[in-house]
């Protein structure tokens, strides 16, 4: 790993936060018009069913495409007020690391992770999702109680987790402080810990 100094620009962000808002909505109302008009079309015949199951799979494919650009604009809102927000919770990180370990196949990319802030005795690592769901939640956990089997050099250091998202599904980031992690939402072009006052995070080492 290695350290990676965040820059961030207001106003670019602002201006790429507005494109990426208005592609999403007309992504979302280009799968309702074909999903409608398909379901409209819908015959019995095996060549209806197979366009379905092709037009499924395509907008499944940009659907995934375009969380994944969602995400990489996720980490760097969420970069640029990171060090500030823990700070201001007691967590006197100083610096982001950048993980150099996203390479392998997919089962082993599994085991990344987003964001790191450390000041050497304590790390805060960070799961970014465009939308916060429960089975999210407890992916990460999972993934932070084997941190330092993942990450060894780090064996002494004291572990916390937090997930930074956009959109929260049924309730998971009152789960995810339930579960003791920092929760950071992403608005506008800043970002925000949504954890009450008095939270005290788990140390998962």
Known sequence: MSVQKTYSSEKEIAEIWKLFRE????????????????????????????QMKETDRRLEKLDQLFNGQWGKLMESLVKGDLIKLL??????????LRDEERQGTWKERQWEFDIVAVNG???????VKTTLKTKDVDHFI??????????????????????????????????????????????????????????KPKVFS
Do not use: C, W
């Open 121 to 127: 005795k304590e790390l805060v690592v960070v799961e």
């Open 87 to 96: 700070q201001k919770r007691g967590i006197d990180v100083h610096y982001i």
């Open 23 to 50: 592609t999403d909505r007309k992504m979302q109302e280009t799968s309702r018009e074909l999903k409608e008009g398909f379901r409209k079309m819908r015959k019995s015949s095996q060549e209806t069913d197979r």
């Open 142 to 199: 999972k993934k932070l109680q084997i941190f330092t089997k993942l990450r060894p050099r780090y064996k002494d250091s004291k572990i916390y987790g937090a997930v930074a998202y956009l959109k929260a599904n049924a309730d998971s980031d009152k789960y995810a402080e339930k579960k003791k992690l920092f929760v950071i939402r992403a608005t506008g072009s800043s970002a925000s810990i949504t954890n009450s006052k008095n939270f």
